[in-house]
């Protein structure tokens, strides 16, 4: 371990003591910026080259830690932090194999317990062969906090406006939450430990062999899959029928409404995009492989499976756009929508490696599970929620103000377009949360401070109760 590295453990540790205890924002990517100091000066002390894939899941993870930053919702916060987590354990650990693309994500958590103690033996070293630059490097630490302690006070008592100035900026060190700083702290040096270790010493998944299945003869494999081929074209073409004589005339025929037509279609459709996956997975691996006949059998008929299985994705997606013109959008619905696209998205990727092969399918695959994560974040889903409903609203009448009334503050510059006294049913609850909030700069999210600048400038009308407010409810509105 070189001093550089040490160094950059210990800014990790001492940021994430001062910046982590008001919640998270752009406070994690301050803090994560130093661990990945770490794990660059650890790799390259133990001779790893920086490759390009690495640097493509190095930055997509520190990409993803942006999300927390701009949007005030945790749901798709906490999503994009598992996932930074995530590909920063694949650019640590590198590997093109699917066994490296699906264990890489945890083999960070291999070193939680080596990196530690290998960074205590590094501590040894430094102290026994290199004191004297150790001390020197203290001794500065020393005096500049001592300087910035004393000329930092006497400016603050020469003037209030640059007191208050640092009670915004200076993160708060008082000694009340001590044993939580703390754990900070470990958690902090840990983590940075952890990272750098596994930079030095990456788990090597390319290395685990997964056998090859069993190839089966041609009818054995072929008849199933083209018997599963003719009934999603059948069920294709029954949805173009639909399509272009018009959902009234099966409406009258099923007896249902326009949205249980929709809402009975989705889920099922789902669960058949995900088991044509898990078939197109088993059929490679015991697909006939004798030559250049069976590889054109395998080409044809999963191909085919495929572009059908996309059809089936266009038609659940129309469906679940149906239900939401009916009853409005909602976190669920957006999310499982979206799984929805990126499911669709995997299928044209696998068609695709059938074409030009598939030893850049894993990565690939990988790829666009993080990019569609940083995209739902930076879209802001409880804005584009907010949005949607307040133009059904605005078109319908309908609105379901419980639901609102639950959102975050990403949410508020859309809601904002309400008109009273519905508005302020709306934003009175967020501007409660909001006013009970007083994290500093660091921990306080782009969306949060313009929902403030907004209630700040039109804030809800005090006069407005829940009275008022329960008359506007539409229990109707969602299902």
Known sequence: MRTPTLW?????????????????????????????????????AAGRTTRA??????????????????RDADWPSFLAVVTAIALGSLALNGGRTWPAILLGPIGVFNSLVTGPAWGWRGLRERFGGARRHVGVGLRALVVSAVLLLVFGALFAGADSAFA?????????????????????????????LAVAHTAAAPVR????????????NRVEWALPLIVL??????????????????????????????????????????????????????????????????????????????????????????????????YGLTRLRVSVLAGELWLGLVIVLIMAAGVWGARWLPRAVAASAAAGVLAFGLMSPDSLIAERNVQRYEDTGKFDLLYARDLSADA?????????????????????????????????????????????????????????????VDPLSYR
């Open 229 to 326: 081929t003719l009934l999603f074209a059948a069920f294709n073409a029954v949805q173009l029928a639909v399509l272009f004589g018009g959902y009234d005339a099966v409406l009258k025929k099923t007896g249902q409404t326009y949205s249980e037509y929709a809402r009975q279609g989705f889920w099922q459709l789902l669960l058949v995009t995900l088991l044509t996956l898990l078939v197109v997975v088993f059929a490679l691996r015991w697909a006939p492989r004798d030559g250049a006949s069976d590889r054109r059998l395998v080409r044809g008929v999963l191909g085919t499976l495929c572009a059908l299985a996309l059809v089936v994705v266009a038609s659940a997606v129309r469906r679940m756009d149906m239900y939401v013109e009916v």
């Open 53 to 70: 894939w690495s640097l493509v899941w190095g930055i997509g993870g520190i990409g993803l830690l942006t999300v927390p930053a701009l």
């Open 412 to 472: 508020v510059p859309a809601l904002d377009r309400l008109k009273e006294p519905m508005r302020s049913c709306v934003l009175k609850s967020i501007a409660d949360d909001l006013g009970k909030d007083d994290a500093p700069w660091y921990a306080t999210s782009w969306g949060e401070t313009r929902a403030r600048d907004i209630l700040r400038d039109r804030p809800p009308v005090a006069s407005t109760d829940w009275s008022t407010c329960s008359q506007l």
């Open 205 to 216: 998944w390319d290395r685990v062999v997964v056998p090859a299945g069993r190839p089966r």
């Open 164 to 192: 208050n100035l640092l009670g915004d900026l200076v993160p708060d060190t008082s000694v009340a939450g001590g044993p939580w700083r703390v754990v900070l702290l470990l958690f902090g040096l840990v983590g940075a």
């Open 8 to 44: 950059a453990v210990l800014a990790t540790g001492v940021l994430s003591t001062l910046l982590l205890d008001g919640g998270l924002a752009i406070n994690l990517l301050l803090v994560a910026l130093p661990a990945a100091l770490a794990a660059y000066f650890s790799g390259r």
